[in-house]
């Protein structure tokens, strides 16, 4: 048969006068800003997750402090990276409400630094007992087995760069 690799698109509703600044903000990005609409959804999915936390608990924008804050990310199952990304999502949006007049106080100030460092540090050399244990994992049975086998040997052995492999 024939399999389908979508996942199903859940809509993201914003609610009352908070999700219309959401709206509002979203489209401001989109027509001012000029962002991709990949930023845009990202953006929208976070967004949406702290209007629908707000209206769930009954707070307004008056109401959020760091408290309120740290209840929403512990309602979420957030990895790192989207803790991150949620951060900066919120931050923006209520940067946005005070420079255009449209909250009296600044609740960027509530959202904390974390601890997200982007890009993580590969290792650029490694050990021969771990390009053994390496080498000794590779399954060499079947064709793709021994393809990859033999692609990693070019890179232990003889150096290879990827693109050199590639171009092999």
Not at 17 to 31: Q, T
Not at 36 to 57: G, M, P, V, W
Not at 112 to 120: C, E, I, K, M, V
Not at 150 to 164: K, M, N, Q, T
Request: net charge negative.
């Amino acid at each position: 048969g024939e399999f389908e690799f979508r996942t199903p698109r859940v809509e993201k509703k914003f609610v009352g006068e908070l999700g219309e600044l959401m709206k509002d903000y979203l489209e401001y990005l989109r027509d001012s800003v000029g962002l991709s609409e990949n930023t845009i959804s990202n953006k929208q999915r976070y967004l949406a997750a702290f209007n629908n936390y707000l209206d769930a608990n009954s707070l307004r924008l008056t109401d959020v402090d760091f408290d309120v804050i740290a209840r929403f990310y512990e309602s979420q199952s957030y990895s790192l990276p989207s803790i991150h990304n949620c951060n900066c999502s919120l931050k923006l949006f209520f940067r946005y409400l005070f420079d255009n007049s449209l909250s009296e106080h600044d609740h960027s100030v509530f959202i904390l630094r974390d601890a997200y460092r982007g890009h993580r540090n590969v290792p650029t050399t490694y050990r021969e007992d771990e390009i053994q244990t390496m080498l000794l994992s590779v399954e060499r049975a079947s064709a793709i087995g021994k393809r990859d086998y033999v692609i990693l040997l070019l890179a232990a052995e003889y150096g290879w760069r990827s693109s050199d492999i590639v171009n092999f």
